[in-house]
C-alpha cells in the first residue's frame, strides 16, 4: 500500500466511500505487471496457505523461500510478506509480465486497485468498522479512467474477494484482542511468538500431529481453530504474566495447577472440536 495511504489510515484521516462508489479501471497490457514491482505486499495467514496449496508444498517452506517474516513494532505480532516484490519483480511474476500464481492470488492483489481498512472497536463482541477507498495509481500505470466502469460492490464481486475479507478479519480480530485485551504489547515478542508461528502459517504440521485430515476438517474450518487455538494459547500465556481475562484465575490458583500439560495437550481439544 501506498506510504502516505499508510500514514492517513494510522491517523484516522482517509475518507472512505460507499459499495455503491463507482469508479473506472481496466489492466491494459501496456502497464501490465507494474503493480507487482517494488511494493510491499502484506499476505495473512489465509493468503500463505492458499499460495502454499496452489504450488503444492508446505506453509513454512512457502515462508521461507518467498517471504519474510518479522514482528511488526506496532503491535508486537509476526506477519509475512512477498521478499521478491519488495526488492524488485515479484516472484511470480511471468516473462510476459503476467502472474503465474492468479488463481490463488493473495488478498492484496485481488483487491487493487481497491484499499480496505478495518477496525476493531473494542468491547463484547467487538464492533468491526470497514472503510473502502481507492488506490491512486502507481507511475506509469494506464489502468484508471478508461470505459470499464465498476462498484465498489461489483469489484469485491468479481475479485471473489469477500471469502478472503472475512478470513482476513478473523486473523485482524485476533490481533486486535492480542493488543487491546490481552496487553501483548507489553510482553510478546520475538521469542514468545514463535510458539504461535506454526498455528498461522503451517497448518500441515498441526494437521499431522494431530491426525486432523482434510477429509475430517475443511481448511477454512480448520483455520477457523487455527486462530481459536492462538487466542487460547495467548490468553493462558498472557494470564500466567498477569494480563488479560484469566489474570485473577492464575493469581488465585496453586502454583502450577492454573495450566497443566504441554502446548499440544492445550490446543488439543480446540482443533479436533473448535471450542475453547
Not at 469508479?23 to 493468503?47: A, H, K, V, Y
Amino acid at each position: 500500500m501506498h506510504r502516505e495511504y499508510l500514514q492517513k489510515l494510522e491517523a484516522d484521516a482517509l475518507q472512505g466511500v460507499g459499495r455503491d462508489h463507482v469508479f473506472s479501471f481496466e489492466c491494459r497490457e501496456e502497464c501490465m505487471g507494474l503493480c507487482c514491482q517494488e511494493i510491499e505486499i502484506f499476505l495473512d495467514p489465509w493468503d500463505v496457505e492458499t499460495l502454499s496449496r496452489h504450488l503444492g508444498i508446505a506453509g513454512q517452506e512457502f515462508v521461507r523461500t518467498y517471504c519474510f517474516l518479522e514482528m511488526v513494532p506496532e503491535w508486537n505480532w509476526p506477519v509475512v510478506k512477498f521478499r521478491h516484490a519488495a526488492e524488485g519483480p515479484c516472484a511470480f511474476l511471468k516473462d510476459d509480465n503476467l502472474c503465474q500464481v492468479y488463481p490463488a492470488r493473495p488478498r492484496n492483489c485481488r483487491a487493487h486497485p481497491v484499499g480496505r481498512a478495518v477496525r476493531f472497536t473494542p468491547g463484547d463482541p467487538p464492533r468491526k468498522e470497514e472503510r473502502l477507498f481507492l488506490l491512486p495509481p502507481n507511475p506509469g500505470c494506464l489502468c484508471h479512467g478508461g470505459d470499464r466502469r465498476w462498484t465498489m460492490e461489483a469489484w469485491i464481486a468479481d475479485s471473489e474477494l469477500e471469502p478472503y475479507h472475512q478470513l482476513s478479519d478473523l486473523h485482524l480480530g485476533l490481533v486486535h484482542y492480542a493488543a487491546d485485551t490481552l496487553s501483548s504489547r507489553e510482553w510478546l515478542h520475538e521469542d514468545t511468538a514463535r510458539m504461535i508461528i506454526p498455528f498461522l502459517y503451517a497448518p500441515e504440521i498441526l494437521r499431522a500431529r494431530l491426525n486432523i485430515p482434510e477429509s475430517a476438517v475443511d481448511h477454512k474450518e480448520f483455520y477457523r481453530r487455527r486462530l481459536l487455538a492462538v487466542k487460547v494459547v495467548l490468553t493462558d500465556l498472557a494470564a500466567v504474566l498477569g494480563y488479560g481475562p484469566r489474570a485473577r484465575q492464575v493469581s488465585e490458583a496453586e502454583p502450577g495447577t492454573a495450566f497443566g500439560g504441554n502446548l499440544m495437550d492445550r490446543v488439543r481439544p480446540v482443533l479436533r472440536t473448535g471450542q475453547e
